[in-house]
């Protein structure tokens, strides 16, 4: 081991440990724990027992053929222990006896690197192996009791708990504590006397906890939530329509084709029904607008007849809606169980108010689906980064904006920030539009979009967020598949945690119509 090995002549394995690395096992050991006074090593019978009762817990890494690193773990019911346990109670007194097949962590009760294997990603490589027994047993959370070897050399000037926050803030390194921290533990608590005769941590040690974020807590259902979502966008194409009954007949053509590919869920524009307005060219506009309120309620019922009828989830775009004299600018989402829900435009464009009278809504909420968590926001309200933070902490996943923008401009804005919607919140943000031109339809004359699907920037997603996009200015739909396990990830492991690292200690961001 004192000679010098070059990288080419490396060979590293892990594997769990058998019975004949016994020796192996207790000369790594010896060596790893030489700078702790009190450190007692396992017994043959004691690492025999582990193998029999829990083999794949117990791996080690051998780098050309000798141990380099091991760890040890059990499988315990916590709520037998709670967070007020010490070494000797999780363990059973080195018995594990607390070993249950059926419980809900992996407790790792030994970790350790020779000495002269450190700065070669040992301790990393073990820890990657005991996340994935954890995820493989579905067990919630690995949890471990850690010395805090370094802490004897600052005892005379801070307590335990701001001994831990400097080494979470980086100014002072621990070897053990830094290096579960950069591995994705968080400390859950101080624990007193959990292994007496450490000296070196004066019998404090931290409670450690990593969380699996694909932990289910039941078994799998028929009805459970999807990881994989199919999102149908349709890029409308606006074009005169004589009667409600025809432009039904248009809606259910792309919501049979969008089925056909066993999509979750389709979207239409804002403001598709728009056509309907030319029977009514001889009015102002806001009159206009007002006349074809009056089809909104019918074509919600006829969008939940063919999210029933074709098992598909609709984000119906956006209708005019007349209530108690006030004209608004509302969608639905009509699941596929029978049920909706209402969303309305909070945030008007001056020629909404100009030219039609409308006025903003006050209702932002998410909305539970098969598929998930989601949002919805029309068009210019994704151009206020507040009301999709609002939904992002709400646990929405998915954002679907409806948009109608008549030049590239107006689009370049749409687009843009909801690009940026994805980044800051986490989540996929799909937007679809309409195209063409209406000649004989005051304010409504010409249409410019390029429907897409936006992921966030990081390793698991394109590098550029585009998922898909539509041939911009052309009739089409739009199809694409979104992994809602990849947002989980995200949230937990990702290059940047967007959500996670906010500052909530000097600002947030207050929902006051608790809507």
Not at 153 to 173: D, M, Q, R
């Amino acid at each position: 081991m004192d000679q010098e090995i070059k990288n080419e002549d490396l060979k590293i394995e892990l594997r769990t440990i058998t019975k004949d690395d016994y020796i192996g096992l207790k000369s790594s050991m010896v060596e790893a724990y030489s700078d702790w006074d009190g450190a007692s090593f396992w017994k043959e019978s004691h690492i025999n027992k582990l193998i029999k009762i829990f083999p794949e817990g117990q791996i080690c890494i051998l780098v050309n053929g000798a141990i380099a690193g091991c760890a040890l773990s059990l499988i315990v019911d916590y709520d037998q222990f709670g967070d007020n346990h010490t070494y000797t109670q999780i363990t059973g007194n080195s018995t594990f006896s607390t070993h249950n097949p059926k419980g809900d962590v992996l407790y790792g009760i030994d970790f350790f690197v020779h000495p002269n294997f450190r700065g070669m990603r040992i301790g990393r490589r073990l820890y990657d192996a005991r996340k994935e027994i954890c995820e493989r047993h579905n067990l919630r959370a690995i949890i471990a009791g850690g010395r805090i070897p370094n802490y004897k050399n600052f005892a005379s000037t801070l307590n335990p708990k701001e001994y831990i926050e400097k080494v979470k803030g980086k100014e002072i390194h621990d070897p053990t504590l830094s290096f579960q921290l950069a591995n994705d533990f968080h400390v859950l608590k101080i624990l007193k006397g959990y292994l007496p005769g450490d000296t070196e941590s004066l019998e404090f040690a931290s409670l450690l906890e990593w969380n699996n974020i694909y932990y289910q807590e039941e078994d799998v259902h028929i009805n459970s939530k999807k990881s994989v979502v199919r999102l149908g966008l349709v890029q409308w194409q606006m074009r005169p329509f004589p009667n409600l009954e025809s432009l039904c007949e248009q809606i259910e053509f792309f919501v049979d084709v969008v089925s056909d590919y066993q999509s979750d869920f389709i979207m239409f524009p804002e403001l598709f029904n728009a056509p309907l307005m030319t029977a009514y060219n001889h009015l102002s506009g806001a009159e206009a607008m007002r006349e074809i309120a009056k089809s909104t309620i019918p074509l919600r019922d006829k969008f939940l007849e063919y999210a029933i009828s074709y098992n598909i989830n609709i984000i119906t775009g956006s209708m005019p809606y007349l209530e108690d004299g006030v004209l608004k600018n509302v969608g639905f989402l009509c699941r596929r169980d029978g049920s909706y829900e209402m969303y309305q435009k909070i945030h008007l464009t001056p020629a909404e108010k100009s030219a039609w009278g409308m006025a903003g809504g006050d209702m932002l909420n998410t909305y539970d689906t098969d598929c998930g968590k989601i949002g919805v926001l029309i068009c210019y309200d994704v151009e206020f980064p507040e009301l999709p933070r609002l939904l992002a902490d709400q646990g929405m996943q998915i954002l679907f904006v409806p948009f109608m923008t008549d030049t590239q401009n107006g689009y370049t804005r749409v687009r843009s920030c909801a690009q940026a919607r994805a980044i800051e919140n986490e989540c996929y943000v799909a937007i679809a539009g309409s195209v063409g031109n209406l000649p004989k339809v005051h304010n409504m004359d010409i249409q410019y979009a390029q429907s897409a699907v936006f992921t966030p920037s990081d390793f698991s997603f394109p590098s550029n967020g585009i998922k898909a996009e539509a041939t911009p200015n052309a009739e089409m739909t739009l199809i694409a598949d979104v992994d809602v396990d990849l947002l989980k990830e995200l949230h937990s492991f990702g290059a940047v945690r967007n959500l996670q690292d906010r500052r909530h200690d000097i600002y947030k961001i207050i929902n006051t119509t608790g809507k």
